[in-house]
C-alpha cells in the first residue's frame, strides 16, 4: 500500500512539473521581452538563428542582405512556404519547435492562429509604431480588443480595372452626369458615370464587343481563334465587364449601396450579420435593377446558366489576355499581364512597343460611386506577418518583426515583390505615388473596411456569396434569398459549435 501511495506521489509531482513547463514557449509576454533604450531595439539573444517563411526569392535575397547589415550577430535563414499554407503549418510545427520565428500569413488566417494561441501579441509600443506608420484600414485587421496581434505587409484592394485601348473606341454611355465626355474611357478616369449606370449600358449592348457598334482596335490580337468570316460568336460574350461572380469578397461592395456593413460599422459584432436587413434588400434591386436579373432574365450576362461558371478564368483572367473591357479585381490582376508584357513588346501585340507603359493600356480606379452618392466599400485585404509565439529568440524575432515594416523593406516589397504597401504615407516608397494603377487600387483603400477579425469572420463567406446566388440561379426574389441566406449562416454557428441550436 506504501509502496502504491509513492508512485502515486511521484506520478502527481512528475504532472506538476510538467504542467510548469511552457512547451517550449520562451517569452509568453510582451513584458518578457527585453528593451534596449539605447538602441531602441531589443536586445538579441546570444547566438540567435531565425528563420523566416515568406514566398518570394528575389525579395528575400534583398531582405537577407539588409538584415546582415543591420544584425550581423543574428543569422537569419529564409525558406519558401506559401502564406496560406504557412498559417496551417505553423499550428503544428510552432509547438514542435521547427516552425518559422517570423512567417507571412494572410489577414483572416490572423483569428484561426490567435485561438490557437500561436500568435504573439505584439507590446504597446510596437503597436503604436506600426500604428503611426501603417494604414489605419490595414492595422485594423491584426486588432482584438485592443491588442495587436500581426504587422500588416502590403494591402490588396478590390477595384476597377479597365482596358484603355478599348474604352477609347466605346462612345459614352448615357448618364445623368453631364460631362461632356466623349468615350467611355473620358466617364471611367473623369468618374462622371454611376455604377448602376455603367451596368445598365454595358446590358443594353449586351455585354458584348458587337453590341457596342464600335470597332474594337486589335480584335485579331484578342481573341486567338476566330469563327467563320472572322466573326467572333462565341468568344464575344461577357466581354465588356465580367468579374468573379461566385464569390463574395468581389460582390460584398454591391450589398454596401445603402449602408450594409457586416458585423456593424465596426466589423466586430457577431449579433449584427443582418443580411436580411432593408438596406440589404435596397441594395440587391437597385444593384440588379432589370439588367442584372437572373438567369432567365439577365441582360448583363445573357446565356449564363449559373453565377459559378463565371470565376477566375472567365473574369479576371480573359481580362489579362487584353479580352475584357473592364473587370473587378485586385493587384493581383497585374501579374499575368507584367509576366505577358515582354512578350507583347516582342510581337508588338496591341500595338505595344519598348516605349509603352503598362498605364498606357491599362488603368485602375475606385468603383463609381452608386447613383445616391454612396461608394462601394470593399473588404481591406492584408498580408501580414506574424511571430511564432514559440520561437526560442523572442527578442530577436520581434526586432525582425519590426525591421519587415521598415522604410528599406517596404521598398523591397514594392520594387522586387510588386505589392502595395501599408504605408500611410505612400511618399516613403519611391515610384509608388507615380505609379497609376498602384494609385488606382490605393483609391479604393479610402472606401474599405477592414476584414472582420472575430471567428464569425471565418463563417459569413458562404451566405454572403449566395444571396447573388440565390437570385440569380434560383431565381429567388432578394427578400426570399436573404432570409435563406441569414438562415445558412445560422446554421454554421450551429454546427460550429458557436451557439446552441
Known sequence: MKKLLSLLVISILVLSMAGCQNNGVTAKFAEDL??????????????????????????????????????????????????????????????????????????????DLREAGALFELADRDMKAIQSSIQESAYKVTMYEGKMYAVPSSVENIALAYNKQILAAIPALESVIDSGAANLLEQIEGKSIYLEELFAGFADMGNSFAGTGAEIPFMEDRFYVAEAE??????????????????????YPFLTRDGYRVFGQDNNDPSKFDIDSASVTSS????????YGTKESSRLFPGLATIE??????????????QLAMTVSGPWVMGGILENWSTWIEEGKFGITGDTKVSDIFGVVNLPSFDNGSNPVTFSGVQVTGMNIYSKYPNAAM???????????????????????????????????????????????AFSHPMPVIQEGNYMWDPLRDVWTNVFNEMMT????????????????????????
Open 399 to 445: 526586432n525582425l518583426m519590426n525591421f519587415l515594416v521598415s522604410d528599406d523593406v517596404m521598398k523591397e516589397i514594392y520594387t522586387t515583390w510588386g505589392k502595395i504597401p501599408a504605408v500611410a504615407d505612400s511618399a516613403k516608397i519611391p515610384g509608388l505615388n507615380e505609379d497609376a494603377i498602384a494609385q488606382g487600387f490605393l483609391s479604393q483603400a
Open 478 to 501: 432578394p427578400e426570399d434569398a436573404q432570409k435563406k441566406s441569414l438562415e445558412d449562416y445560422q446554421q454554421i454557428l450551429v454546427d460550429s459549435g458557436s451557439v446552441e441550436e
Open 34 to 111: 527585453k528593451w534596449d533604450e539605447e538602441t531602441g531595439a531589443y536586445e538579441n539573444e546570444k547566438n540567435a538563428e531565425l528563420v523566416l517563411w515568406a514566398d518570394n526569392d528575389a525579395w528575400a535575397e534583398k531582405v537577407l542582405a539588409l538584415w546582415n547589415e543591420k544584425y550581423p550577430d543574428v543569422t537569419l535563414t529564409y525558406e519558401s512556404v506559401n502564406p496560406t499554407d504557412a498559417a496551417e503549418k505553423i499550428k503544428l510545427d510552432g509547438p514542435a519547435g521547427l516552425g518559422a520565428d517570423v512567417f507571412y500569413i494572410p489577414h483572416n488566417s490572423i483569428v
Open 284 to 291: 440587391i434591386k437597385a444593384v440588379t435593377g432589370d439588367w
Open 309 to 322: 461558371d463565371v470565376g477566375w478564368d472567365q473574369g479576371p483572367a480573359r481580362f489579362q489576355k487584353g
Open 230 to 251: 472572322g466573326e467572333l460568336g462565341s468568344e464575344d460574350i461577357h466581354t465588356l465587364i465580367a468579374w468573379q461572380l461566385y464569390d463574395a469578397y468581389h460582390n
